[in-house]
């Protein structure tokens, strides 16, 4: 028949593609990305007419000889499912534009009338970004793009291109503001420092959007923000780089731009990409949507969280093996799903790093500031034991989970202003308030001669203002899992930073724990408030307590550590510190062996499974080394100066310290001594906690501090009466309990407590 030639679109193989055929091989499409080869009589027979001069109809009508017009339709169908086929004019130039795109897998000819149809606006942010506009406009127009021209542009722009000199001037604020009224998408970059900023793209309809963003920025630089607080404006520093690397930054400016117009969308598009003029390396730091963001999320999410009922369902456990310490995931499972929340720039964790000081068999990994220290991260802290926010375990993967956890559970614990609060005086909800004296469990006695005790000691240890039950103050909801209904817990004993009406109070890691869900939270929660306890009524009244015999623990990680710790002339022991609650607390100790002052060092650890309760206490004993372990006979060496630690170290020897030994009789405390039932599910778990704190005759109080942004469960468990183990010596257990239990044959005078405070 007579082929007459389209005046239509035909197939043809996509503009990136160049198909040569080889007798007796095959189709070979070669692109800049390398070759494809399509075998089969078919394709081979079809190649030569795919050039966009025939349709389809057309192809099955003037199929070569022996091929049959199906077989034409399947091969030319599996070719564009494939890809590979595209509808053009058989005269049509090829444009390089053309061939980009489609190398990037966007319609070529689609994505050049996109860019050729769409405007740009270009606005600045500062003084030097202003002065930078005129440089951008020129570039976008160079690299085909079309200025917007405000006034005379019927149509919105595509897309808006907003210069600044800091990602945090507040100006950015209300520029957001407006683009995600008009439904303009606009692309951020700071071009006149070292490195260019650029991106994301802030999309209205969808986020995150620029507080998306500066949120984390201003968290992981707070220095800066404090500063730009204090100031009253941001914190500017002079412009610097060269101009070929501002003339880049320029034009990927651009290219992100045109990419974006033209319909290319990837994952990049919504990161911070930073680019490194010195060796020519980038990286890109996520932007995530914050889901309680007041801009463009639900600010109510955590109202709504904390009024809720805490309600406990199933929870099965991953095992009941020492090396997964009954948790509802893997450290390999926690890792993989949240490890995303570390960046140094956008993350709600800027870092997870080894600790450099001592042998890597610590295990000890930092991850950040600890607010519980200094809520601002800018206060005067010495670097004592827990300036920052660690993480411990029996392996690295152990370690870095745990470090993660920490840091998220204390940036879950700051006052961020979306929780919900009452204001009253104590007098007008005193029926369904918890009382503060019985949680903070301060003595009369101590708020004479606070001002003196505070300036001597560390913030942990400092004596509230006595509480007015007249004054009103902030209070906060938690819920009660042993009496079915919230009770208020002043909000700034659970919230660090928490601003207005704060009252005597000063929040404090006690009770808080991250989890792998919320009944593994509260459950790791409840444990540390049973274990300070019970540390608390041995460091105070200074009581021998019985040995651990590690040997019949037959733990083989407890006996490797016990090696290495000789290897660096060390000692380690184990003392039983178990109250009358019956959960297994331990307190690991090590000493030096080889000078006078013996440097020694604790680590605490409870749990309802006696094995597992020993490894915590020797994980946490390994994290508290590094600062200690190059200490050399001179006294020189330590990387510490708290003083109060100090002092310990040099003068602390279990001489003048006899309580840090085990008692002279009775034997070392084996497995045997813990009756201990395993139990599979975390739900039965807090069950038992709360069947404990019943008969105390308190209440289990848990607040849900989880943050929409992070998905990772923090919790916050507060059983009143139960004693941290800082200086909080008021009437109570501290005194009750070691009489109870046989230690002391009467209590204790408040004269006689031991005057060293708990330095950890």
Known sequence: MTYRRSTEPGLAFKHHLTAEVVENEGVFLVSERGVTVLRGAGVTALAPLLDGSRTLDQLADSAPAGLPPGQVRQVVGRLLESGLLTHRLPDAATTPDEVFWELAGVDGPTAVRRTAGATVAVAGVGAHARGAVAEMTAALAAGGLRPHRAGRDTEPPGLAVVLCDTYLDPELEALSAVYRSTGTPWLIARLTHEQPWIGPVFTPEDGPCWNCLAEPLRRNRPAEAFLGQALGHPVRTPPSGLAAGRAAGLHLTCLEAVKWLAGQRHSGQSALWLFNPHDLTSRHHPVRRRPQCPSCGEPGLMARQVRAPFVCGSRPKTGTGTGTGERSMTPEAMLERHGHLVDDLTGVVKEIRRDPRGPGFLNCFHSGHNPAVAPTGLAAVRSGLRGHSSGKGTTETQARVSALCEAVERHSGYFQGDEPTVTAAYRDVADR????????????????????????????????????????????????????????????????????????????????????????????????????????????????????????????????????????????????????????????????????????????????????????????????????????????????????????????????????????????????????????????????????????????????????????????????????????????????????????????????????????
């Open 433 to 760: 308030a918890v009382h503060p004296d019985a949680v903070q469990l301060f003595d009369p006695r101590q708020y004479a001669g606070r001002a003196e005790w505070n300036a001597a000691h560390g913030p942990a240890h400092r004596v509230c203002e006595p509480f007015d039950e007249e004054v009103p103050v902030h209070w906060t909801p938690m819920w009660s899992l042993t009496g079915d209904r919230h009770r208020l817990v002043p909000t700034a004993m659970l919230y660090y930073d928490a601003p207005g009406v704060r009252g005597p109070f000063a929040a404090t890691s006690n009770g808080s724990a991250a989890g792998s869900s919320r009944e593994d939270a509260v459950v790791q929660g409840f444990l540390e408030l049973v274990e300070r306890d019970a540390v608390a009524l041995w460091w105070y009244n200074r009581t021998r307590q019985p040995g651990v015999d590690l040997d019949a623990f037959d733990d083989h990680w407890v006996g490797r550590v016990r090696e290495e710790h000789r290897g660096i002339r060390r000692r380690l022991w184990v003392l039983d510190l178990t109250s009358d609650l019956g959960i297994p607390v331990f307190a690991a100790l090590s000493g030096r062996t080889d000078k006078p002052a013996q440097d020694i060092t604790l680590g605490f650890g409870a749990h309802f499974d006696p094995r597992i309760a020993l490894r915590r206490a020797v994980a946490e004993l390994n994290q508290m080394l590094p600062p200690v372990a190059e200490a050399a006979p001179d006294g020189t060496g330590y990387s510490c100066d708290d003083p109060a630690v100090l002092t310990w170290w040099r003068t602390a020897t279990t001489d003048n310290q006899p309580y840090l030994l085990p008692a002279a009789t009775g034997h070392g405390r084996g497995p045997e001594d813990f009756p201990y039932v395993p139990r599979t599910d975390l739900a039965d778990d807090v069950e038992a906690a709360a069947q404990l704190v019943r008969g105390l005759g308190s209440e289990l109080l848990v607040l849900d501090q989880t943050r929409s942004d992070t998905g990772l469960p923090v919790v916050k468990v507060v059983v009143p009466g139960l004693r941290p183990f800082w200086t909080r010596f008021g009437p109570g257990r501290l005194y009750d309990v070691p009489v109870r239990l046989g230690r002391r044959s009467a209590p204790l005078r408040y004269e006689d407590l031991n005057p060293v405070p708990l330095f950890l």
